[in-house]
């Protein structure tokens, strides 16, 4: 039996024509006398490719359970992240793409929540926010003192994040991982 489009929620992971997915964007509409309608954008756990579907019914769908246990970040090789359980010490591998642009703001020993499906790893949630320092950037241009100006900064995982301009080489920033956005200086 499938689910129905009440019953979708974003964030959640469902089966969806035999394959699994999360749920990254979720709009709930009614139409005079037609049936509510559910228009999603579905995210491949295994590919990373993201779908759009529209549902009008419990049509090829079911919850998936995902079990969540704490996941440490050692190191990438090549086109995989690898992650190792903090309870057993079996390590995962996992597609860069799958994490997408927020794997740029994985550090290594950076702890993480690991979310398995049938005993497979199939995606991480990464914390909201990471510490990271700043490894390159310009100097402020020094009596620029416009607002919401800001230039772009290297931190020590690669990753570019735009900051204010008093930001400088060696400074710890606190990063939104949701938004690859600044968020203070630490």
């Given at each position: 039996m499938g689910?129905?489009?009440s019953e979708i929620r974003r964030g959640m992971s469902l089966l969806y024509d035999?394959?699994?997915?999360?749920?990254?964007?979720?709009?709930?509409?009614?139409?005079?006398?037609?049936g509510a309608v559910g228009k999603t954008k579905l995210k491949h756990?295994?590919?990373?490719?993201?779908?759009?579907?529209?549902?009008?019914?419990?049509?090829?769908?079911?919850?998936?359970?995902?079990?969540?246990?704490?996941?440490?970040?050692?190191?990438?090789?090549?086109?995989?992240?690898?992650f190792m359980d903090n309870e057993s010490f079996d390590q995962f591998p996992l597609s860069k793409e799958v994490l997408g642009p927020q794997g740029e703001f994985l550090a290594e020993g950076n702890n993480v929540v690991g979310c398995y499906y049938k005993s497979e790893l199939v995606k991480v949630d990464l914390?909201?926010?990471v510490e990271l320092k700043v490894t390159q950037t310009e100097p402020g241009v020094k009596g620029d003192t416009v607002s919401n100006v800001e230039k772009p900064a290297t931190v020590e995982t690669g990753a570019i994040v735009n900051v204010p301009?008093?930001?400088?080489?060696?400074?710890t920033l606190k990063i939104d991982t949701r938004t690859g956005t600044y968020v203070e200086r630490l």
């Amino acid at each position: 039996m499938g689910l129905s489009v009440s019953e979708i929620r974003r964030g959640m992971s469902l089966l969806y024509d035999g394959e699994l997915y999360e749920v990254v964007e979720y709009e709930h509409s009614k139409r005079g006398r037609s049936g509510a309608v559910g228009k999603t954008k579905l995210k491949h756990l295994k590919t990373g490719k993201v779908l759009a579907v529209t549902f009008k019914g419990a049509e090829n769908t079911a919850s998936a359970f995902l079990e969540s246990r704490e996941l440490q970040y050692l190191y990438h090789d090549g086109d995989n992240l690898i992650f190792m359980d903090n309870e057993s010490f079996d390590q995962f591998p996992l597609s860069k793409e799958v994490l997408g642009p927020q794997g740029e703001f994985l550090a290594e020993g950076n702890n993480v929540v690991g979310c398995y499906y049938k005993s497979e790893l199939v995606k991480v949630d990464l914390p909201n926010f990471v510490e990271l320092k700043v490894t390159q950037t310009e100097p402020g241009v020094k009596g620029d003192t416009v607002s919401n100006v800001e230039k772009p900064a290297t931190v020590e995982t690669g990753a570019i994040v735009n900051v204010p301009l008093f930001v400088k080489e060696g400074d710890t920033l606190k990063i939104d991982t949701r938004t690859g956005t600044y968020v203070e200086r630490l």
